[in-house]
């Protein structure tokens, strides 16, 4: 027995060596080209190499897809191109006249009434809404067209050649086996000196320094979390950044578009006080510099909301608010309507426009369908984050809009730089219901067509 | 037509809805459908008479309806009559009217139509005349009523041939 363990404590020793060895040169590696230049703010490029190798891979692996499902003659599931989605809009009335032109050569160019008929035109339009309709699309993730080597985002994936099903277990391993790990590692190292520092901040008296260096911690923390996503952003016109006093807003796909805006630019934050890890994460930045976060019982009161944005932007030594008017989470394809809570404020809007690119990995957040781990989880399992941040120039509200006009205004500049669709809907019908006046508009096109407007009737 | 882009539509939403049978209630979110006038009455087509839920075989089973007619088939006396033939196509049409499914279109169901149809845009009047020139020109028995066939005979309804025939979403 004795021999036994004398074979073994040479073998365990040199194997705790080994491990203590790679884990340091692990940690080390991390260290230089991953933390020192996230506290510096520079970039080895390393991620711009990532990327251009991945984008060959995956146009290799698009090709070899459509030879194969060629060669099989295997019918290629084609999603709809990346073009606004919207179907040409043909007017009820001429819809109508052709279901009745069909049925019978009656002259339609007299005054047309009811027909028993009509009924089809409102029945098919109906069940075309139920298989497709333009705002539940928003709210799928994007179909691509290219495949990039994650099974989730193709329905296309089946077993084409040797060569791909090898590429797509090497991808599988390196994403779950090295990359995510790494991530995870910084994203916690990441977190962690956010709560850390801010809290050690918090300690200082107020004054410049203070705001100085709560500035570079928070800079720092956010930098090591786009790290930790492999996030690869380009910033457009930042001559336009947010500056003191005045409100940032950006459209809204995913929880990252936090990170990604606050990495580049001091923001306060505004939101809900959670519990939990989040609720820790808020309480601590909170001490390094005034952010505004509200109960959950304020956020129904809209008065206090708003006057807690006004005072905020009122004080000119306080950092620009970050805002998503949309409320909520959409796919990226579209903007939708914004609230209009944000713009009645008074403040200088500095409007930003985030674009995902979605061949590397999709970000958008589908909170009906993943909760937040399964979400986050996912994007550190895929390739890489690659987004387009661009800064337009500050909007401020007219002397003759409303709050409306002025939001509707500053969707429509977003959505045009991001090249994204406008669409004029509401967000929160995702869980919601619709409005009874919409109905009214179909009603009285209707009527319009068969018994002709109240002028018209009054004046015969 | 329900072709595989349709049915991977159709599955992603009742994933999305992630419950195994819908309600009423679950159509709602559909904008263009609480737009349309007779939006409640389709979606009430979908649910057999008394039950408040439908499962997700009869919905696709309903919407098999608007598959294109094949006209072409050769008609088999034996075999059951296709979903999306032109009769089945016509039978839905005809349920949307007749809401009490009493197999006839009374006066009062026809008049319930018109009015989810214009609502506030006419007067109760013009309604009730509108009603009255549908029935006398339908109703070939005089009962008062449109039964199906008579509802096949309607001038428009019984010549739209192309229409039915193509029609898909």
């Known amino acids: ?460 | 037509a329900v072709g595989p882009k349709g049915i991977f539509r159709v599955i992603e939403r009742s994933e999305q809805w992630s419950v195994g049978e819908l309600e009423p209630e679950d159509f709602g979110a559909i904008r263009e459908l609480s737009m349309n006038p007779i939006g409640d009455r389709i979606i009430s087509a979908f649910f057999s008479p008394g039950k408040e839920t439908v499962d997700f075989a009869s919905f696709v089973r309903i919407l098999a309806h608007f598959h294109p007619t094949e006209t072409s088939r050769s008609r088999d006396g034996v075999q059951p009559e296709p979903a999306n033939s032109r009769t089945r196509k016509l039978k839905f049409a005809f349920q949307l009217y007749d809401q009490d499914r009493d197999g006839k279109i009374s006066r009062e169901e026809l008049l319930q139509v018109l009015r989810t149809m214009l609502e506030m845009q006419v007067t109760e009047e013009q309604l009730q005349s509108i009603a009255e020139r549908a029935i006398q020109e339908a109703d070939l028995d005089q009962d008062d009523a449109i039964s199906f066939d008579e509802f096949r005979k309607v001038r428009g309804v019984d010549l739209i041939r192309d229409q039915i025939d193509n029609w898909e979403y």
Request: net charge positive.
């Open chain 1, 1 to 460: 027995l004795s021999s036994l363990s004398l074979f073994f404590n040479p073998f365990d020793n040199l194997v705790c060596i080994l491990l203590g060895i790679s884990l340091t040169v692990w940690f080390t590696l991390l260290l230089v080209f991953i933390i020192v230049p996230a506290i510096f703010g520079v970039s080895f490029g390393i991620r711009r190499l990532y990327m251009k190798t991945l984008l060959k891979l995956f146009e290799w692996a698009t090709l070899r897809i459509e030879r194969g499902a060629k060669e099989n003659n295997h019918h290629l599931y084609k999603p709809y191109s990346n073009a606004i989605i919207a179907r040409e809009p043909t007017s009820l009335e001429e819809e109508i006249k052709e279901i009745r032109r069909s049925g019978s050569n009656r002259d339609l160019d007299s005054a047309p009434e009811f027909e028993m008929s009509d009924i089809f035109y409102f029945a098919r339009r109906g069940v075309e809404s139920i298989m497709d309709d333009e705002v539940t699309k928003r709210f799928s993730a994007e179909e691509l067209e290219s495949w990039n080597l994650l099974t989730r985002s193709n329905n296309n994936f089946h077993y084409i050649s040797l060569r791909l099903t090898v590429l797509w277990g090497l991808g599988l391993l390196i994403r779950y086996g090295f990359l995510l790990p790494l991530r995870v590692t910084l994203a916690f190292t990441g977190v962690g000196l956010l709560v850390f520092l801010t809290c050690l901040i918090g300690l200082l008296p107020s004054g410049r320094l203070k705001n100085f260096l709560s500035e570079k911690v928070h800079l720092m923390c956010y930098r090591i979390c786009v790290r930790a996503l492999t996030a690869i952003i380009t910033y457009h016109n930042s001559e336009n950044k947010p500056k003191n006093g005045g409100i940032c807003v950006a459209n809204h796909t995913s929880p990252i578009d936090v990170i990604i805006l606050a990495s580049d630019g001091c923001y306060a934050m505004v939101g809900q006080i959670h519990g939990g890890l989040m609720g820790v994460i808020q309480r601590s930045m909170v001490k390094a510099c005034p952010h505004i976060w509200f109960e959950r019982s304020e956020v129904k009161d809209r008065h206090l909301v708003a006057k807690r944005l006004s005072d905020h932007v009122e004080d000119k030594t306080k950092l620009p608010i970050l805002i998503f008017p949309e409320g909520t989470c959409i796919n990226n394809t579209s903007v939708m309507m914004f609230k209009k809570g944000s713009f009645d404020i008074g403040a200088t809007v500095y409007p930003v426009a985030i674009k995902y690119d979605p061949r590397f990995g999709d970000a958008f957040w589908n909170s009906s369908k993943f909760g937040m781990v399964n979400y986050l989880l996912r994007m550190m399992s895929s390739w890489a984050i690659v987004c387009s941040v661009w800064y337009l120039p500050p909007m401020s509200r007219e002397a003759d809009e409303d709050a409306v006009q002025f939001a509707n205004r500053v969707k429509a500049a977003i959505a045009r730089q991001g090249g994204l669709v406008d669409l004029l809907w509401d967000g929160g019908l995702k869980r919601g219901k619709v409005k009874d006046t919409f109905k009214e508009e179909q009603q009285k096109l209707y009527s319009k067509m068969l018994v002709g407007t109240p002028e018209d009737r009054s004046r015969s």
